[in-house]
């Protein structure tokens, strides 16, 4: 069985390196080199990396459903495509392509959290349990037919970077056990229910922002959610700080109004929200290193509000 493996991000790649040890892969798409960083490095996507390691052909199109991009396509033959975590979506002339089908690999147990971001809204939302489940990608947002679906809990103060390290691994056994059950005709697609829709758009750095008046946990889930990207951020006296990891407390606020610094405790960053304290174990102010909670707390002085 030909395979063409189209994949970008570095979630991709436990899965590319696993389909090149079983099958054939007869192309590996992903998305141009991006610049990078402050000084506009020209950096391949990890998926690039890991293919040129594997010595696989690679092709960038600036855009998959251009008619060049579709020829290539066309050229590899291959006889199923596998996409994860491409960043492009594929239109009815790219996906219909191969005999076998196009399948997803996606980071949520359908038909929760479908979209671009369903490790990170999982985490945030509180869910407590996710997985991996691989389907027919057609026209709608991720509603294809299911074909596998596996699960994996969530760890209480897990990020969604750690998450998503577990979740690629996962999602490469998955995919070998999909190809596996569609190669020997044993597996079948079932249409996903009706019932248990969510959406998990993409994120950008608004999404972050954190409103110190609600409870505690949700603070804690965001925080948690945001890690590494966009990061959870508030504004101390106009400067934004990123609050990187938090611990919450059974302590509730009592006088302490939402985002008050309790300075009371010397060597905890506790601060106020909607119900109880939060601890802030890891904190950073623009353009400086990380530093730990009270590190930062013993830098004040005086009264300290997050807004």
Request: a negative charge; charged letters at 25%; one cysteine or more.
């Amino acid at each position: 069985m030909r395979i063409t493996f189209l994949g970008t991000s570095e979630f991709a790649c436990p899965a590319l390196t696993a389909v090149a040890e079983q099958y054939e892969v007869s192309l590996v798409v992903t998305q141009p080199d991006r610049p990078v960083g402050r000084h506009a490095t020209l950096t391949p996507p990890p998926v690039k990396a890991a293919a040129t390691q594997l010595g696989l052909p690679v092709f960038q199109p600036e855009r998959i459903n251009r008619d060049a991009a579709i020829e290539r396509l066309r050229d590899a033959a291959a006889d199923v495509f596998v996409v994860a975590a491409y960043g492009q979506l594929l239109k009815l002339a790219v996906f219909e392509m191969p005999p076998l089908g196009t399948i997803n690999i996606h980071a949520s147990l359908l038909p929760a959290y479908r979209g671009g971001a369903p490790i990170q809204w999982a985490i945030i939302r509180g869910e407590t349990e996710t997985g991996i489940s691989t389907f027919y990608i057609e026209a709608g947002m991720d509603t294809g037919d299911v074909l596998l679906k596996r699960s994996i809990d969530i760890g209480p103060d897990e990020t969604a970077g750690e998450l998503e390290t577990r979740l690629a691994a996962l999602g490469a056994e998955t995919i070998l056990e999909t190809l596996s059950g569609i190669e020997s005709g044993d597996l079948k697609a079932i249409p996903q229910p009706e019932d248990g829709v969510s959406m998990a758009p993409l994120m950008n750095r608004e999404t972050g922002r954190i409103d110190w008046t609600v409870p505690a946990q949700r603070i804690h889930n965001l925080v948690r959610g945001t890690n590494p990207w966009p990061g959870a951020w508030t504004e101390l006296d106009g400067e934004r700080v990123k609050v990187r990891r938090t611990m919450h407390t059974d302590v509730k606020c009592g006088a302490i109004e939402p985002g008050e610094v309790a300075l009371r405790e010397a060597d905890r960053l506790l601060v106020g929200t909607g119900d109880r304290l939060l601890e802030l174990l890891e904190v950073q102010r623009g353009g400086k290193p990380r530093i730990a909670g009270a590190a930062f707390l013993h830098g004040l002085h005086g009264p300290a509000r997050f807004t």
